[in-house]
């Protein structure tokens, strides 16, 4: 029977935090316990021991990031949360284009920083079609990022099963998805075309600088996982990605309040943002 002792535990976890930034309380142990216990069994090592150094001093870098795939959450559906979608859309949006229409900027940049399967930016995509009248004067730069690879590959797969599309309005459905002869959906490639999707950590600080100028970004319902030193360290990089006066979206549990005063609060009628 695997069985991690406490000081095991312990090791595991503070790996963890040290590569993800994700924090693991007591009461997640059976979670994290069955997690490493599955990676343990799918490699070769012989002992807990052997397998722990191998992921903590980098002589197994692919075994690593499938325990950290493997402890991530992929919880998502279209359509989620959508009093914020809509907040984005219907009154982020217009005040960002208005102010590139004066610089005769016609392009907008939009980051899901921890994108899952897709449907979250994706969803984006859509809304935009949909509300931005002159859309095919812009360029649409829109990018799903993750630290799960597996994950990144069924976003670019853009393939749902009924769940994931249950509370897409029906003539969105129509517009924009094909029904599969198997009861999923196919994303069409009007809305796909304008994604791109990459794998990145969020507590790197060398790939985070990769992304610059953005005009939006989600990160919804992922600093509740980090410590509160990466924390801080995620929340400044995003920070670092803005363009001036853009707008961050967190989740309906989360706040930049106690971790800076850099971000400025911003009430939309249905829903609160934070902008640069």
Not at 39 to 64: H, I, N, P, Q, W
Not at 82 to 94: G, K, T, W
Not at 134 to 147: A, E, P
Not at 216 to 227: A, K, M, P, W
Request: hydrophobic share 40%.
């Amino acid at each position: 029977m695997f069985k991690l002792t406490d000081a095991e535990f312990q090791q595991f976890c503070d790996l963890i935090l040290e590569q993800s930034g994700i924090s693991f309380e007591a009461k997640k142990r059976y979670f994290v316990e069955k997690r490493i216990e599955k990676c343990f069994k799918e490699t070769s090592f012989m002992s807990v021991k052997d397998y722990f150094r191998a992921l903590k001093y980098g002589g197994s870098k692919e075994e690593l990031m499938q325990l950290l795939e493997a402890l991530t959450t992929n919880e998502t559906y279209f359509y989620r949360h959508i009093s914020q979608i809509e907040s984005f859309a219907e009154e982020a949006v217009p005040l960002i284009l208005e102010q590139k229409r004066k610089q005769n900027k016609f392009h907008l940049n939009i980051w899901s920083a921890a994108s899952s399967s897709g449907a979250e930016i994706y969803t984006i995509g859509i809304l935009l079609k949909e509300t931005i009248p002159d859309i095919n004067k812009w360029k649409i730069n829109l990018l799903g990022t993750d630290i799960d690879r597996k994950i990144l590959k069924i976003a670019e797969a853009a393939i749902y099963d009924k769940r994931a599309v249950k509370d897409v309005p029906v003539a969105i459905l129509k517009k924009y998805f094909t029904l599969l002869s198997d009861g999923r959906y196919q994303l069409n490639s009007s809305i796909t075309s304008m994604v791109k999707f990459a794998h990145v950590n969020l507590v790197d600080r060398t790939v985070m600088k990769q992304y610059k100028e953005q005009d939006c970004i989600f990160c919804r319902n992922v600093l509740i996982y980090f410590s509160d030193e990466a924390k801080r360290q995620v929340v400044h990089s995003l920070y670092q990605s803005l363009n001036k006066d853009g707008f961050i979206f967190l989740g309906h549990a989360e706040s930049v309040g106690r971790i800076t005063s850099a971000f400025r609060l911003k009430k939309f009628k249905k829903s609160l943002s934070y902008q640069k």
